[in-house]
């Protein structure tokens, strides 16, 4: 579900405001008009001048096809909005609310900054009992249940899994994941990061 940020109850962090400057950079580059990339995604075109403008924040089904439309990947995007100041530490802090994005009821953030590696490590939390559409994608992906019990849906085919359990599914599998109680759960989701074209 996408959000609009109320100044009032939630200030705008930096990330935020990373993120919607990295998607208008990315936008300007390959010469589109926010109407265009509304018209790509699916999205209102006052809808993605807040998000670039930090006054919005995207679902990460609304993130992805931004990121596609835009030649990237929504992880790419996330990572991105978590960069360092320049001299500043590599660490990314569980406060500092490292570009979030709300996915299946829950939320998923980013937890590295931008970089050059073959992996991006998410971490997602929730209580929704709806595992929501199913994903896809060529990268491989690894998830560790940190928290909590969760249903894991791989293609098809449900795994209840708590602490300590951990999943390894190949690119191509479809997947998706819910509370199996309605309890808060957290996973640690690993993906693969493949060569972009050009890169």
């Given at each position: ?17 990373r993120l919607g400057q990295k998607i ?82 829950g939320t998923v953030r980013a937890l ?29 992906e690894f998830a560790y249940v940190v ?53």
């Open positions: 579900m996408d959000v609009r940020i109320d100044e009032a109850t939630d200030p705008l962090d930096r990330s935020v405001t208008r950079g990315l936008r300007h580059a390959q010469g589109l008009t926010l109407v265009q990339l509304a018209e790509a995604t699916g999205l209102s075109h006052s809808f993605l001048s807040q998000v670039e403008r930090g006054r919005a924040r995207l679902s990460m089904s609304s993130l992805f096809r931004v990121a596609d439309r835009l030649g990237t990947t929504q992880q790419l995007l996330l990572t991105e909005a978590t960069a360092p100041a320049a001299g500043g530490t590599p660490v990314v802090r569980r406060t500092d609310d490292a570009s979030a994005a709300s996915a299946g009821g590295a900054p931008a970089g050059d590696r073959p992996f991006d490590p998410m971490e997602y939390t929730g209580t929704s009992r709806e595992p929501g559409p199913y994903w896809a994608h060529d990268e491989d928290e909590g019990h969760v249903l894991l849906d791989l293609d098809g085919t449900l795994e209840s899994a708590g602490p300590g359990d951990s999943a390894f599914y190949r690119g191509g599998t479809r997947h998706r994941w819910a509370s199996a109680d309605g309890e808060p759960y957290r996973l640690l989701v690993v993906k693969q990061r493949l060569p972009r074209d050009g890169g």
